[in-house]
């Protein structure tokens, strides 16, 4: 008979015990626990998202089947329908979205260089948008999108050249995408590329002021005034103008009154023309169009998130268990992104 690990537990083995533990300790999410600890919370949560596991109750009969391992796998002495509930509606859900980020930073740290090194962009690269999880509003009272719909907005900054989200924000579906950008942690020196919902130029100007750097797509026309054109037009690339200008709306002239770039890109393929704006007066046109085609990376990662983990049904019906499985979500993806560059695997997901 096989006495080695089970493939779950060789999984968890990467999990950080020790950092987990600390924070276990901050929140003090085991007080008053005699049972079901936060660890047996956590790998029940990683298990349910690695096996998908469709609702509360599918999740507990499939853990059912597996009694007599439950100690091997870390589950803990019994796993119930009630105590799991319990603790997704009552344990602090802060001490799974600290260990998400510390999974992150490890996962970022092993995936640097993953990216080829011709890259248009010497720094570092984040795409930043949202995507909203409906849920429903008789269940899920607490949730506002619009009407009578409920639901929840996952607001994502992902590395482009690791293939993993730096930073996360989970809000009501009603917030708009650009009232979080004052919440994203800029870094100097790196370039944040956003769609048309952030069109935002108060948001922008903090970006500049940051000393970083933006493409954001046109969301509506725009008044301005342009200050040099650059004549520069190239049909084989699509740039059809190359432009600095000064915005002179009321508002926009108030919120951004520094020089912009505008640049008008016509693709050929889709038959579409873009506008974009950026601050970044040294790139070549042809690669700001390039780095707004990156921004689809972070449409890719959640895709691949909806279809390979559990993220449209889940196991609670409060915003506290809503966010524990969306941060279990997270440390999922950040477990097989460690495990497959520990293992020398080339591609982390099919989403390149």
Known sequence: ???????????????????????????????YVKKFTCWNHLLVMIFAQLTQRESLRDLISSLNAHKSKFNRLGFGE????SNLSKANEQRESKIFEALAYDLIKEARDLRIGSISDDFFYEGNVYAFDSTTISLCLQVFWWSRLHHDKGGVKMHTLYDVKTDIPSFFVITNGDVHDSKVMPEIPYEQGALYIFDRGYMDTRGLSLINRIEAFFVVREKHAMVYEV??????????????????????????????????????????????????????????AEDIALAYKYRWRVELFFKWVKQHLHVKEFYGTTENAVKIQLYSAISAYCLVAIITSLSAIKELFPIS
């Open 1 to 31: 008979m096989n006495q080695g690990k089970f493939i779950f537990s060789q999984l968890t083995d990467f999990l950080p015990k020790t950092k987990f533990d600390w924070l276990v300790k901050k929140y003090e999410g085991n007080k």
């Open 78 to 81: 019994s796993v119930t329908r």
């Open 227 to 284: 200050v040099e054109d650059k004549n520069y037009n190239n049909p084989q690339t699509g740039v059809m103008a190359d432009q600095l200008i000064k915005f002179t709306g009321t508002v926009t002239k108030k919120n951004y009154s520094e020089v912009i770039r505008r640049i008008v890109f016509y693709d050929a393929e889709g038959n579409r023309t873009f506008v974009f704006y950026t601050n970044n007066m040294i790139l070549s």
